[in-house]
Structure formats: structure tokens, C-alpha cells
């Protein structure tokens, strides 16, 4: 998916000074066109905005991450996700890469590996912060 404008970013977690951290990190390079809080919203929001980019905590209330991702994928097959969460087990990248996900990062990580992510998930391919050096396909 190649662009030449600035990816559309819908943000999805319920812990809202991640919400504007993810904001401020990502705002130089992307159009964030919203965010929501409550895992039960991500999906009408998606819905309603059609972003290009997702990046979707694993563990929101109302909500499974990899189940929303499921529903936004098929709903929406041109928008991919970037699901986060705070683990660390790598169990877990190979289960948001099965439910859909274009990549997968951990919190700890964000601040350098959500830019690369949302990079290279334009660039069709797939990222996992628990092995950044490979290609997770």
C-alpha cells in the first residue's frame, strides 16, 4: 500500500495519556482523525472514518483487541491494524498476526517502534516489535 499522503490514524486505548502521547508522537508524519477510549467504539468509529492505520490496544474495556481486529478487517479490508499491548510474551504477536494485524508493538516499546510499524505496514509488510530485526509473515 503505497501513499503519498499522510496515513489517516484512528488511536484505540483505554488509558487516555497514552491516547496523547500516541498523538504527539505520531502527529509529524500522520493525520490522526480520532481517538476512542472505549473498546466497544473502535469498530463505529471505524466505521464512520475509514482510517488508514489502526493502532489498537489488545486489552481495551468493552472490548478483545483481537476480536475487534477481526471485525475491522473484514469490515474494512484496506484498513490495516497495529495492535499494542503492555505483554511481553511473544505468544501474543503470533495471535494479532492470526486475528489480522499488520503489526504488532509493545507499549514499552511505542515511542520508537509504533513510527517504523505504521511505516512499514504502508509499505505492505508486517512488523513485530517482539522481533524487530524480522519480518513476521
Do not use: N
Not at 490514524?9 to 498523538?23: C, G, I, N
Amino acid at each position: 500500500m503505497a501513499h503519498q499522503e499522510r496515513p489517516r490514524v484512528l488511536l484505540a486505548d483505554d488509558y487516555p495519556a497514552l491516547l496523547v502521547a500516541w498523538r504527539r508522537l505520531l502527529t509529524p508524519t500522520c493525520d490522526v482523525v480520532g481517538d476512542v477510549s472505549d473498546g466497544q467504539a473502535v469498530f463505529e468509529t471505524a466505521i464512520r472514518l475509514v482510517p488508514d492505520i489502526i493502532v489498537l490496544d489488545v486489552s481495551m474495556l468493552g472490548s478483545d483487541g483481537f476480536d475487534a481486529c477481526r471485525a475491522i478487517t473484514r469490515a474494512i479490508p484496506a484498513t490495516r491494524v497495529v495492535l499494542v499491548t503492555a505483554a511481553a510474551d511473544p505468544g501474543l504477536a503470533q495471535a494479532a498476526l492470526r486475528a489480522g494485524a499488520s503489526a504488532f508493538v509493545r507499549k514499552e516499546a511505542a515511542a520508537d517502534d509504533l513510527p517504523e510499524a505504521i511505516g512499514r505496514v504502508l509499505a505492505g509488510e508486517t512488523y513485530c516489535s517482539a522481533f524487530p530485526h524480522r519480518d513476521v509473515r
